[in-house]
């Protein structure tokens, strides 16, 4: 994502204009507006000057120019960047005569009240128990070599994330040569020690690998199964691989 940097009330370009004395000794300057400044920006870590730029109207540019007031415009940086650091474009010197003031200032994007408060939110959300957590992906893969038999796998995934997960996606293959067979993930539940069918694939001699996404829920503490059915204990199945995606 990218943020909004500048046009708020204190982004100007501000050189120094006469010299003026105060408190009777001190020397001082006037404070000037630079109309049309050209302004390069660079990462906040490392220095180095980023071109990667957008203007207000989504435009690609390298460099950022001061309105005819001095105010700094609006502008996108790139990706993910929330802080850059902003200086007066390096070229405009000659190095010579005119030697450079390299001071770099930091600039934050404008787009923080949003961040603070999007982050503010997910923490009440988790704090109160909600389900924004997102859960660590967690892949089930049963495998029958050889002659297929109707069989259920013995080793059960359990959610034991503390909040509910989803099957995102169940595939199956394996090499029919007579008949058919259906490959089914079951939910279990760990108490009763009961079977819903939440997703199945039927393989045949024309259909030997397919995937389907059944986005079914398996709540905390419940049990995930596999279970191979040939539709007749005379079809010729070998090879069944079951994988199953829950996140």
């Known amino acids: 994502m990218r943020y909004w940097f500048g046009d708020s009330p204190t982004d100007f370009v501000v050189g120094p204009g006469e010299q003026y004395t105060w408190a009777d000794e001190q020397l001082g300057y006037n404070a000037v507006l630079m109309p049309g400044a050209r302004l390069w920006a660079y990462d906040y870590t490392t220095g180095t000057r980023i071109t990667d730029l957008l203007d207000h109207t989504g435009a690609a540019v390298t460099e950022i120019t001061a309105t005819s007031y001095g105010r700094i415009p609006r502008f996108r940086g790139p990706d993910e960047a929330k802080t850059l650091l902003l200086g007066q474009a390096e070229d405009t010197f000659d190095g010579v005569d005119d030697p450079p003031d390299l001071n770099k200032w930091v600039l934050t994007s404008i787009d923080w009240p949003a961040i603070v408060a999007g982050v503010e939110a997910r923490v009440t959300t988790l704090e109160q128990g909600g389900t924004e957590v997102v859960a660590t992906a967690h892949p089930l893969v049963w495998t029958m070599s050889g002659a297929v038999e109707d069989s259920?796998?013995?080793?059960?995934?359990?959610?034991?994330?503390?909040?509910?997960q989803e099957i995102e996606t169940v595939r199956a293959e394996a090499t029919v040569t007579t008949g058919s067979v259906t490959v089914e993930v079951l939910t279990v539940d760990l108490d009763t020690q009961a079977t819903t069918v939440v997703a199945a694939v039927v393989l045949d001699t024309t259909t030997q690998a397919a995937t389907v996404t059944p986005a079914a829920a398996v709540s905390d503490g419940t049990g995930v199964t596999t279970r191979v059915t040939l539709s007749d204990p005379a079809d010729e199945v070998e090879d069944v691989t079951v994988q199953v995606m829950i996140r």
């Open 152 to 164: 259920t796998s013995p080793h059960r995934y359990v959610n034991l994330e503390g909040t509910s």
